[in-house]
């Protein structure tokens, strides 16, 4: 077997079989190493890009500091029968729920109750009920008054967390997506919703009556 060491001290026979002088050889090694280190943070460990977006512009909107990771956002709303009847465009995990909210401007009917965590706090539609819960105050304790009243509210908003468990059942939405073609995950999203409606069809979930 040829080695480096000896095939390097015979610059004729070197430059016949690698096409290159030691000299030039011998300068690679500096730029295979920065195009490994480009690969790596480019790359996962088995070797497939990572789900985030090419440019940084695009990186910095959809980094979501709560997950620490790159990841697509999407608000739902669903009815008593747990059906989705609205579903917002996807949007970047830096996004808060509320201001999701504030940019849809999806017109509730007048008169209805609309359940939501403490993400949207300060979301409200007019001519709408919303029993949110409230938020334990900076260095103090709630009333057992007010658990109670949090704890019924929680346990009809739980619902909403079944819908979204029910639309996350196919893999497409829970895994990661690599596809960033432009709408496909809004269409992704619109199929996953439809498919889980369907299912209720034949399956409707029995809660009790709120």
């Known amino acids: 077997m040829i080695t480096y060491k000896k095939l390097s001290e015979n610059a004729e026979k070197f430059l016949a079989m690698t096409g290159y002088t030691v000299e030039e050889f011998q300068a690679l090694p500096p730029f295979f190493q920065a195009e490994f280190e480009k690969w790596v943070g480019e790359s996962r460990p088995d070797g497939k890009p990572r789900n985030r977006p090419k440019y940084p512009d695009g990186q910095k909107t959809c980094h979501s500091g709560i997950k620490k990771r790159h990841t697509p ?3 739902i709303v669903s009815g008593e029968d ?19 909210a504030d940019e849809t401007g999806h017109i509730l009917p007048e008169g209805g109750i609309l359940y939501q965590d403490t993400g949207f706090q300060g979301f409200g539609p007019e001519g709408v009920i919303i029993p949110q819960p409230e938020r334990k105050p900076k260095g103090g304790e709630l009333t057992p008054e007010r658990k109670d009243r949090n704890r019924g509210i929680s346990r009809v908003r739980v619902r909403v967390e079944h819908v979204i468990g029910g639309v996350r059942r196919y893999r497409i939405v829970k895994d990661k997506l690599r596809n960033w073609k432009k709408g496909f995950r809004d269409k992704v999203m619109e199929t996953c919703r439809g498919l889980h409606n369907f299912r209720l069809n034949f399956r409707p979930w029995k809660y009790a009556a709120i």
């Open 73 to 75: 956002k999407n608000n």
């Open 82 to 100: 747990c059906k989705v009847i609205f579903l917002t465009e996807t949007c970047g995990g830096k996004k808060s729920d509320r201001k999701v």
